[in-house]
Structure formats: C-alpha cells, structure tokens
C-alpha cells in the first residue's frame, strides 16, 4: 500500500462548480499535512497547509480526519485558472515530505 | 527577490556518461533537496542536505551523489547514467527550524533523457 493515495482523475468540472479531493495516507504517525499544487510542465508549489480543525483560504477549505486517516480539499467557485493538480503531501514521523501522485482537476468554462 | 534556479531546463545523454545536474539558491536556506517526479510516482526523494558539508540519502539514492561546500548550491551527479534515470528533476530548499520541511521551495526543474 503506498504512503499517501490519491485519485488521479482527471476530474472535469464546468466553471462555478464545487469540487472535492480526497488524499489518504497509511502512517498514522504522521505529523503534518499540506496540499500543493502543479502546474502542467511546472514545479509544485505549496497551496496550504492543513490543520486539524480544518482551515479555510478564499475559495479552498481543508480539512483533516486523523480517526480515518484522510485529508480532503474542497474547491468552491471553480476557476478556469483551478485546472492543475493538487498534490497531497504528507509530513512523515522521520520528518520527510511523502507526495501522492496527484490529482488532476479541469475546470471547462 | 530570492530565487532558486535549476540548469540545465533540458538534457539528453546517453548510457554510461555522467551527468551534474545544477542547482542554486538565493533563499540563504540551509535545507536543500533532490527530488524526482515520474508517471506513476510521486515526487521521490533523491538527497538531501541540512547544510554545508552535510548530505543524506533519501528513498532512491542509488546512481546518484550529491556535495554541499556552500549554502547556496547542491550540485546533482549521476555517476553513470541509466535509461532508468529517465526523470524530470526538482530540487528544493526550505527553512531550517522545528518545522524544517513544511513548505518547500521548488526550481523549474530539469528535464533529463538518458538513451
């Protein structure tokens, strides 16, 4: 079982549409957790980190179940400029980052 | 503005010759990484260092090898380079602190083919 697991989508969505990712992962032990985000032919960089009584930035909500071991990313308004994919990142107990493969998301207008 | 920049943004070689893949920062950051990204993976760690004169292997170290002698530059090299070594590069750095690893900053990254 990998570390951290993702949907890969694609997930194709119309603009103004809400939209979800789930992200889990297999240590319990881990420490921190964080979404990036990549651009196509691009280098992740770091959407939010995710804390454990959710946190909300604009349009991005975060949210994290230690019981379940998942964290999830709820996009609302969806923008043209959303299309990318979310990585899941998860911060292990010998303090390296583990990236899931990514989710892709398409917003079409 | 601080920056970290990785050259060259494309490389083609072939088997058995070695390969330095650069990377430098303006960040004054002592925590600097290796990453390669592949279909199917995540983001793998190659090396990393928590400064001058220190280096560790990370998940997929073999092939690879990496110096400090700055804070600026973690030089990549690829001893003998095999197709599997077929990747696109990231290299990163971050603060140093409790929380040494939690937001990273990436280069462009370096896309290498090995034929």
């Known amino acids: 079982r990998k570390e951290v697991e993702q949907d890969p989508g694609p997930f194709n969505v119309p603009e103004g549409a809400t939209v979800a990712f789930n992200c889990t992962y297999s240590?319990?032990?881990?420490?921190?957790f964080f979404w990036y985000r990549q651009d196509c032919r691009k280098e992740p960089k770091l959407l939010m980190s995710?804390?454990?009584s959710g946190n909300e930035d604009g349009r991005f909500t975060a949210q994290l179940n230690r019981a379940s071991q998942y964290i999830s990313l709820l996009i609302r308004d969806s923008k043209l400029s959303d299309s990318a994919t979310y990585l899941c990142?998860?911060?292990?107990?010998?303090?390296?980052?583990?990236f899931g493969t990514g989710t892709r998301l398409q917003v079409f207008p | 503005d601080a920056e970290i920049t990785q050259s060259p943004r494309h490389k083609i070689t072939e088997t058995g010759r070695q390969v330095t893949l650069a990377c430098h920062q303006t960040?004054?950051?002592?925590?600097m990484f290796w990453y390669r990204q592949d279909l199917g993976h995540g983001l793998r760690l190659i090396h990393y260092?928590?400064?001058?004169?220190?280096?560790n292997k990370g998940e997929v170290s073999d092939g690879y090898s990496v110096s400090r002698s700055n804070t600026e530059d973690l030089p990549l090299t690829l001893e003998s380079a095999a197709s599997s070594q077929t990747s696109v590069y990231f290299c990163?750095?971050?603060?140093?602190?409790?929380?040494?690893?939690?937001?990273?900053?990436f280069g462009s990254g370096t896309q290498l083919s090995v034929l």
């Open positions: 990163a750095s971050s603060e140093s602190g409790p929380t040494t690893n939690e937001k990273l900053f």
């Open positions: 240590n319990s032990a881990s420490q921190s």
């Open positions: 995710v804390y454990s």
């Open positions: 990142v998860v911060l292990s107990n010998t303090d390296k980052l583990i």
């Open positions: 960040w004054n950051h002592n925590n």
């Open positions: 260092s928590y400064g001058v004169q220190d280096t």
